[in-house]
Nanobody, 125 residues
C-alpha cells in the first residue's frame, strides 16, 4: 500500500483546510485509515480514524466537532476536513493505513503498517 498525502498549507486561525490521502495498492474498503499529526517537540498523535467498513470513525477530543474524516471509494482517497482551525492544530499531518480488520472500539490504538509522507499545516494566530 502506498499513500500520498497532500493539502497542507498556511491558514489563519478560524480558517479551513482539507487534507487528502490517495491510496494505491489496495482498496479503502479493506483498510483502516488514520490521520496523525506531530507538533514541534511533541509526540505524534492520532487525530482521526475510519473503520475499514466506513461505518464508524474516531476523533481525538481536541478536534471533535471541527474535523471530519471521510473517504471516496471511487477515488480511493481519504480526506480530513479541518474547520475552525486553531494555532495548536499546527504540525505535520500524516495519513496511515492498516489492512487488519479491527473492531470499531480499537480505532484509537491501531498500529498502522503503512504511512504516507507528511504534509505541513500551519495555523497562524
Amino acid at each position: 500500500v502506498q499513500l500520498q498525502a497532500s493539502g497542507g498549507g498556511l491558514v489563519q486561525a478560524g480558517g479551513s483546510l482539507r487534507l487528502s490521502c490517495a491510496a494505491s495498492g489496495r482498496t479503502l474498503r479493506s483498510l483502516t485509515m488514520g490521520w496523525f499529526r506531530q507538533a514541534p517537540g511533541k509526540e505524534r498523535e492520532v487525530v482521526a480514524a475510519m473503520h475499514w467498513s466506513g461505518g464508524s470513525t474516531y476523533y481525538v477530543d481536541s478536534v471533535k466537532g471541527r474535523f471530519t474524516i471521510s473517504r471516496d471509494n471511487a477515488k480511493n482517497t481519504v480526506y480530513l476536513q479541518m474547520n475552525s482551525l486553531k494555532p495548536e492544530d499546527t504540525g505535520v499531518y500524516y495519513c496511515a493505513a492498516d489492512p487488519r480488520l479491527y473492531i470499531s472500539s480499537s480505532l484509537h490504538r491501531v498500529p498502522y503498517d503503512y504511512w504516507g509522507q507528511g504534509t505541513q499545516v500551519t495555523v497562524s494566530s
